[in-house]
């Protein structure tokens, strides 16, 4: 199927990506969580589906949720602890779960609500002297 992903947060450069994906399995979205973060909470992501593009598989669900849970790849099919990289779309709820699985953990930036650096955002009322991250440079 062809279709268009994310890029509906309306931030400038928020672009969705648009391409032709296979369809791998389809869920009603239904999981409990099982790691420390969701620990137990049952989740109702509605309507999912595991595409694949390019030998990339990707979990999409209708409802937005910090993927923080290893069982929110589980539930649809991908074993985490299997995959030799996994794209985690969270800030930092899914370090809980996923550091003990993690050869590495590499973040990216990205254009979204929220900046990922604070030095992205436009300070305009800060005291002088404050660091806008550990060790970095004075506002």
């Given amino acids: 199927m062809t279709l268009a992903l994310g890029g509906k947060s309306g931030i400038p450069g928020d672009a ?17 969580g099982t790691g420390p973060f969701y620990g137990g909470a049952h989740m109702r992501l509605g309507p999912c589906a595991l595409l694949a593009i390019g030998g990339v598989r990707i979990v999409v669900a209708s409802s937005k949720v910090q993927l923080a849970d290893q069982e929110m790849y589980r539930f649809i099919g991908v074993e985490p602890t299997t995959a030799a990289i996994l ?21 990216a930036k990205a254009p979204g609500p929220m900046a990922a650096d604070p030095t992205d955002l436009h300070w305009t009322k800060l005291r002088r002297g404050i660091r806008l991250k550990p060790n970095g440079p004075l506002f």
């Fill in 87 to 107: 794209v985690n779309k969270s800030s930092v709820h899914f370090r809980a779960d996923f550091t003990p699985i993690a050869e590495e953990i590499l973040v």
């Fill in 16 to 32: 969705p990506f648009h391409g032709a994906f296979k369809v791998e399995r389809i869920s009603d979205g239904m999981l409990t």
